[in-house]
Structure formats: C-alpha cells, structure tokens
C-alpha cells in the first residue's frame, strides 16, 4: 500500500498522505491508486496551463512596449564619460536665468540670454540632441510640454544648427517612446519646427566608467549621447513618488538603457543612484520647463501649478536647486518640504560627486515679469538662500 497527495497540500505536510480542507489523513490501497493518479496528472497539467498562460501574458505585454524592444540589447563600445566645460559661469559661480514674459519662446530666449546666451556654444554647423522628459504619453506637466520643445528647436535652428534631433526613452512597459510622442504632441511638435524625432530604445547603447560612483561601476547610455556635438537637456519640474523630484539630474536617467533603472538596481538608493548615472555626461545645456510644474503626486500624474516660467543653466545642480525651491513654496509635496533644498538626497549626493555648484555658488538672474512672477522668484530666493 502506498499513500498520495489528493486535493490541496497543507503547510507543513509530510508528502504521500490523501488530504483534503474537510479531510483527516488517511492511507489509500490499490483500487484507488489509478485514480488518484489521474487527478493528481490533471492538476499537474492545470499548473502548466497556468504557467504558460502567465508567460503568454507577459509577452504581450512587452509587446510593443520599450522594455519589449530591449531584451536581448548590449552594449557596442565602451566610451569615456561625456564631461564638456560648463561655459555658462561668471567668476568660478554657476549661472541660473529665468524667463518669466512673453510667449513660450520669448521666455527660453530671455532664460538663456540672461546666462550668456546660444553664442556660448558655438551651435553653427553642429548636430544637436534636445532630450525632453517623455515617460508616457500622457500632457504636461507628466512630459515636457510640445510647445516649449518646438521653440527650443526653431530657436537652435536659427543659431545655426545643421541638425536637431529630438529624442527621449519612455519608462518600463509604457507604450514605445515614439507613440507617447505621438500622444502627447511631442512629435508633431519637434517635426513641424524641422527636428529628427528618434526614440533611444531604436538604436545602440554605450558602456560609460562612473568614477567615483558608490553604487554603480558605470552605466549603459543612448549612443545619440556620442552620435551628436551638442546635448541640450529638456526636463520638466514635477514631483515624483520614488526620487521626491523631477528635473535636470533625473531627466537623464531616461538617456539610460532599461536595465539599470533605479527602481531595478537599488529601490533603497533611489535618489543617490539619480545622481551617479549622471556621472557618464554633461549636458551643454539645461533649459527646463516650468511653464506647468507638478507640485504633488507624480512622476504619472499630479497637481499641476500654472508656474509661467523657464529655466536655464549650464549647471544640472543649480537648475534643479531653483525647481525645488519653486516646489517648495507651494508647500503641497511632504518629499520635497520636508527638508531644506539642500539636504534633497539628489543634490546631496551630486555636489559629493561634483556634478555641480552649491549655495554660494550660484547666481540666481531673473526676467522681467507680472507680479505674480516677482512673488514666485522671491518665494524661490527665500527657499535656496540664492
């Protein structure tokens, strides 16, 4: 006589023994053996049912996602990280302009006027890549809004650019990045000012070294990064559930390949990896879009403030040091007001690394504007100490 399992295992039971939920243990004898052997062969085939149903699931959902487009994707070469001098500095200080008047155009324009201008980089002749925040499909303020991405187009276009290329990674089974441009107007936007609009995920990836990381040894990068002379940086100011913020250090971490997402590498480090990935290169220019921020909730969807206003900087650290103030005075997102501006783990482990200016060493120069633009910029100046 042997004994078998039959109906639903129970912690800790010792295997061969005929139970069930209303059932004490007992032995069975041959004439059930068949029997038995029968049920437990179909429950064994509803378990392989339900295992290739799931596998089936989840390829559907990759398909046609990004994550679906970067399974089996390498690296092709390895690089030096892409580390260009900060022209946008007046006496060792990082620059930080904000346009506040006009249309849409007219204040990127006055942002980087007042930290230099266009001419500090030499555009004439050079391929750029504009990378905005598209990590849906869904408006702004979750994406860079279009408008402001066709001006930054047109404005280089008319500094000279040979080509302008506009292009971003959307997140982890999201649509893939060119459809959420679609959706979100990004596309037809960059298109109709003259850009090429490409999506990360559609071509290769570079190994970076990140000296001096603690988390990371070095990062998988868009090879757009190498493929261009000019890399102009595009993010929004929005709040964000897992990294407390979004602007110009986490902007960049669409520029890298799914694999090392922060949320897929160390959840606990989130904010610190943030910085590190942005070890492997510097934007020429930061240019960021607060004409709608995020003041709550996000990265997906939030509260949206009317904020009117552009960003510009040389200096990743300092761009972000103004959103967060900006965000702060709203006094509606706990992640950000909870602590001072320069205590945010983001900025605190970017100045570690040197990856910018901190209090003391920024110039803070302000547009002309309404007095709502006044009250906003000195609500920003009382939150940095700039």
Not at 217 to 242: C, G, M
Not at 276 to 281: G, M
Not at 373 to 381: P, Q, T
Request: net charge positive.
């Amino acid at each position: 006589m042997r004994t078998i399992r039959f109906c639903h295992e129970l912690p800790g039971e010792n295997p061969g023994f005929l139970v069930s939920t209303c059932q004490k243990r007992r032995p069975i004898s041959g004439g059930d053996q068949k029997t038995a052997a029968k049920v437990e062969t179909a429950m064994m085939s509803r378990r392989h049912i339900l295992k290739f149903s799931a596998a089936i699931g989840a390829l559907l959902a990759f398909h046609g996602s990004v994550a679906g487009e970067l399974l089996f994707v390498r690296p092709l070469r390895k690089e030096r990280p892409r580390v260009p001098i900060d022209p946008f500095t007046e006496g060792g200080k990082a620059l930080v302009g904000v346009g506040g008047e006009g249309s849409v155009e007219a204040r990127v324009r006055e942002a980087v006027a007042l930290i230099g201008g266009f001419r500090k980089l030499d555009i004439r002749g050079k391929t750029v890549l504009v990378k905005p925040n598209v990590v849906s499909g869904s408006p702004s303020p979750t994406t860079t809004s279009p408008e402001l991405v066709a001006a930054v187009v047109r404005l280089l276009y008319r500094e000279g650019a040979r080509e302008v290329v506009v292009g971003d990674m959307s997140a982890l089974i999201t649509r893939t990045t060119l459809k959420n441009m679609r959706k979100c107007g990004i596309r037809q936007a960059a298109e109709s000012a003259g850009a090429r609009v490409v999506a990360f995920e559609d071509a290769g990836w570079v190994e970076v070294p990140l000296p001096g990381a603690r988390y990371l040894k070095q990062a998988y990068v868009t090879e757009w990064l190498y493929r261009t002379d000019l890399f102009i940086n595009l993010p929004v100011v929005k709040t964000h559930h897992s990294a407390s913020y979004s602007i110009c250090l986490k902007n960049f971490i669409g520029c890298t390949h799914l694999k090392q997402r922060p949320y897929l590498v160390d959840r606990s480090h989130w904010e610190e990896l943030v910085a590190e990935f942005n070890l492997a290169c510097r934007p020429d220019l930061n240019i960021v879009d607060a004409t709608v921020a995020m003041i709550e909730g996000g990265p997906w969807e939030g509260t949206p403030a009317p904020t009117g206003i552009v960003i510009a900087s040389g200096d990743r650290v300092a761009a972000d040091a103004v959103g967060l103030g900006m965000i702060r005075s709203f006094g509606r997102w706990q992640m950000v007001t909870g602590k001072g501006v320069w205590e945010q783990r983001q900025i605190r482990h970017a100045l570690l690394l040197g990856l910018g200016k901190g209090e003391g060493e920024i110039v803070l120069r302000t547009g002309s504007g309404d007095e709502r633009f006044r009250e906003l910029m000195s609500a920003v100046r009382r939150e940095t100490g700039l």
